[in-house]
C-alpha cells in the first residue's frame, strides 16, 4: 500500500518562498514518476493541474505557468520529493496534491492548503 504525506503549505505573501515536502510509503518502483498536481479555488470539475513531475533519473517537468519559479527535486533514498517555491503569485493559491504514477496505479496525498496574499 503506497501512502503519501504532504507538509509545508500555509499563508505566504506575494514574492516569498515556500517548500512542500511529500514523504512517500509503501512500494516505490524505480520507474515511477512523481510530482505535484494543484486544484485552484472554483476550478471547473474541480481539474487538477500539473505542476512538476520528476522521474528517478532527476529529469523534472514544469507547467508553463510555474517555470522558473518553482523546482522540484527528489531524494530516491528517502522515498521523498520537494518543491521549492520561488517568487509566490496570487494565482498560485491552491490546494497542492502530491501525486505517484507506478504500474498503471495513481496515488494522491490529501493534500496541503497554499494562499498566496497580494
Known amino acids: 500500500q503506497v501512502q503519501l504525506v504532504e507538509s509545508g503549505g500555509g499563508l505566504v505573501q506575494a514574492g516569498g518562498s515556500l517548500r512542500l515536502s511529500c514523504v512517500t510509503s509503501g512500494t516505490i518502483f524505480s520507474n515511477s514518476v512523481m510530482g505535484w498536481y494543484r486544484q485552484a479555488p472554483g476550478a471547473p470539475g474541480n481539474q487538477r493541474e500539473m505542476?512538476?513531475?520528476?522521474?528517478?533519473?532527476?529529469?523534472?517537468n514544469y507547467s508553463d505557468s510555474v517555470k522558473g519559479r518553482f523546482t522540484l527535486s527528489r531524494d530516491n533514498a528517502k522515498n521523498t520529493i520537494y518543491l521549492q517555491m520561488n517568487s509566490r503569485k496570487p494565482e498560485d493559491t491552491a490546494v497542492y496534491y502530491c501525486n505517484i504514477k507506478q504500474q498503471g496505479f495513481n496515488y494522491w496525498g490529501q493534500g496541503t492548503q497554499v494562499t498566496v496574499s497580494s
Open positions: 505542476v512538476a513531475t520528476i522521474i528517478r533519473s532527476g529529469s523534472s
